[in-house]
């Protein structure tokens, strides 16, 4: 099972962009997809998660500007993020709680990583 993060780019503040995880393998299910960032010099934060009933919550820094949604058809989540600013600049990583294979269940997966830059 691997998490493969895509989307990121370079872009104007006020920008958008559209980060998207897709999860690869043999999957039965998966609990807790979440987006998490990490800025040059700071500490990897929590961004967004969706559950599985679609209850969502965001960091108060990006709530009404990000959404996360995700299509389980796929097994892939994404993070629309709108009204960007400088200060969004990070690394932005999927994260997965959970992932149900065959017999298997993988806990606390990472996808490696989109670089999403915000010029001002």
């Known amino acids: 099972v691997q998490l493969q993060a895509s989307g990121g780019g370079l872009v104007q503040a006020g920008g958008s962009l559209n980060v998207s995880c897709a999860a690869s393998g043999v999957i039965i299910s998966i609990n807790g997809r979440d987006w998490y960032r990490q800025a040059p010099g700071k500490q990897r934060e929590l961004v967004a998660f969706i559950t599985r009933d679609d209850s969502t919550e965001y960091l108060d820094s990006v709530k009404g500007r990000f959404t996360i949604s995700r299509d389980n058809a796929k097994n892939t989540w994404y993070l629309q993020m709108n009204s960007l600013k400088p200060e969004d600049t990070a690394v932005y990583y999927c994260?997965?709680?959970?992932?149900?294979?065959?017999?298997?269940?993988?806990?606390?997966?990472w996808g490696q990583g989109t670089q999403v830059t915000v010029s001002s």
């Open positions: 994260h997965a709680d959970n992932v149900y294979s065959s017999g298997t269940v993988y806990t606390n997966v």
